[in-house]
């Protein structure tokens, strides 16, 4: 039985995108991309039309409501910059990932999001950043980390060239495989 994934968003998209084509090039076996929920209008949105994915706009106090109407089984917070209330944290306890732009646990927590990310890893002079998955919970970038990927910093790097590099090299990369695991662990949970 396909698991029933819901994909959040608040932005580009281009994780989601990731996750589609993914899904288009038969690397989630599993999954089934069920909903996409945004807390705005935004350009992610517009890369549902095509592959035929429902969409829901949405506050995020109502998200629960939501998934749960849905039947989803399995959530993934990509680029999602509201703050996913505890009920709905609980309901999909071991079940919600989240991708943050760093090797957690540095540059994460409050503030860290987007850009803010990358420059503080330009400010700080490290030679490596990358991308993390991680299991979603009550406290921000702080839940059980699935998968990481290095990507290296270079000299003359900006916060937006950074940015680029490590969505290509690790979160494009990291976030459908990590999926791809969570929903194989989920479909045999339905089958049992
Ligand atoms: C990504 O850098 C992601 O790691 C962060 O927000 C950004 C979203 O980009 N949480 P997109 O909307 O997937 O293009």
Redesign the pocket.
Same mark, same amino acid.
């Given at each position: 039985m396909l698991t029933r994934v819901a994909v959040l968003?608040? #932005?580009? #998209?281009?994780?989601?995108? $990731?996750i589609i084509d993914a899904k288009r090039a038969g690397d989630l076996p599993n999954a089934e991309l069920a909903l996409v929920v945004a807390d705005r209008h935004?350009a992610?949105l517009d890369r549902c039309i095509e592959p035929h994915i429902r969409t829901v706009v949405c506050r995020s106090t109502e998200l629960r409501d939501v998934l749960e109407q849905n039947s989803i089984d399995v959530v993934v917070?990509? #680029?999602?910059?509201a703050i996913v209330p505890p009920d709905a944290v609980a309901a999909y306890a071991g079940r919600m990932i989240?991708?943050?732009?760093s090797l957690l646990p540095d540059f994460g927590g409050q503030g860290m999001?987007?850009l803010h990310?990358h420059e503080a890893v330009l400010d700080a002079g490290v030679a490596v950043t990358g $991308?993390t998955v991680h299991l979603v919970t009550d406290e921000t970038d702080a839940g059980p980390i699935l998968r990481q990927h290095q990507v290296a910093v270079h000299a003359g790097d900006t916060p937006e060239i950074l940015?680029r590099r490590?969505?290509e090299e690790a979160?494009w990369k990291i976030l459908p495989e990590a999926l791809a695991e969570l929903t194989a662990i989920v479909a045999r949970e339905k089958e049992e």
């Open positions: 968003v608040s #932005g580009g #998209g281009t994780n989601l995108q $990731a935004c992610a917070l990509a #680029g999602y910059l989240n991708i943050h732009p999001y987007g990310v $991308a940015q490590v969505m979160e």
